[in-house]
């Protein structure tokens, strides 16, 4: 805080006027006595206005403690290569700053390259709508340990999210609730559109269904500029 500053007060000295005997004019003296004036008072030094702190700006990556990576001018596939190798935070052996699983799109790479701004991804999201297959001889399948499905995807849509710089999941990326025989496929990509006969053909079925990870599963998709992708079953396929 700045002080203000204090100016200091001269004391005014009264004059004390002696009559001078003998003058030849015979000015009268002046009258009055020291104490019967008063002093002008000083003027009253006006404090500085304090100043208002502004608040510190949020670090960028660099100031902590890492070296971000400028990303603007990245095309689709340098910037791809770039996600594909980040390293995540876990400290985990080959575990991937970018994945994606029934809470969306979750991003948080290691200090180090670190973007230093927001990276545009895209998240291609396909309806899985799942049957029953049948076996050679024309009879369903009715092993209830590995039953076998058929897959036909539609497209959902095709939103741009961002990642980065911060941790964190990517808002409007979290699939969809799944129905009784309608799942999901979720995939991450840069570049071009992914089509549906890029997608796999061999979803596997869960072994195990719990409520929080909605029984998300990794998948892979061999199409190019693809980063992660996951599937989220239907809830109720012992019905399809």
């Known amino acids: 805080m700045r002080r203000g500053s204090t100016r200091p007060v001269l004391p005014v000295v009264s004059l004390v006027l002696l009559a001078v005997a003998g003058c030849s004019e015979g000015a009268p003296a002046a009258s009055g006595s020291p104490a019967s004036r008063s002093a002008d008072p000083s003027p009253t030094a006006t404090p500085s206005p304090s100043r208002t702190s502004s608040p510190s700006p949020t670090p960028a990556p660099a100031d902590a403690g890492g070296q971000c990576v400028d990303t603007k001018a990245m095309d689709a596939g340098k910037r791809g290569r770039y996600l594909a190798g980040l390293k ?17 799109l979750n991003f948080r790479p290691e200090q180090i390259e670190r973007p230093c701004e927001a990276v545009e991804v895209r998240l291609s999201r396909f309806w899985v709508d799942m049957t029953r297959a049948s076996d050679a001889a024309g009879s369903s399948r009715t092993s209830p340990t590995a039953p076998t499905y058929a897959f036909r995807y539609t497209l959902m849509d095709r939103p741009s999210l961002s990642v980065g710089p911060g941790d964190g999941i990517a808002k ?12 999901s496929l979720s995939v991450v990509h840069v570049g071009h559109d992914i089509a549906i006969d890029e997608l796999p053909d061999d979803l596997q079925m869960p072994t195990s269904f719990t409520a929080a990870g909605r029984g998300a599963m990794d998948v892979k ?9 996951t599937f989220v079953p239907p809830s109720g396929t012992s019905f399809c």
Do not use: F
């Not at 990326?173 to 799942?183: A, E, H, K, Y």
């Open 88 to 104: 995540s935070t876990s400290g985990s052996y080959g575990s991937k700053a970018l994945t994606i699983d029934g809470d969306g």
């Open 172 to 183: 409007g990326s979290v699939p969809p609730d799944s129905t009784g025989c309608r799942g």
């Open 221 to 229: 998709v061999e199409a190019e500029g693809t980063l992660a992708a």
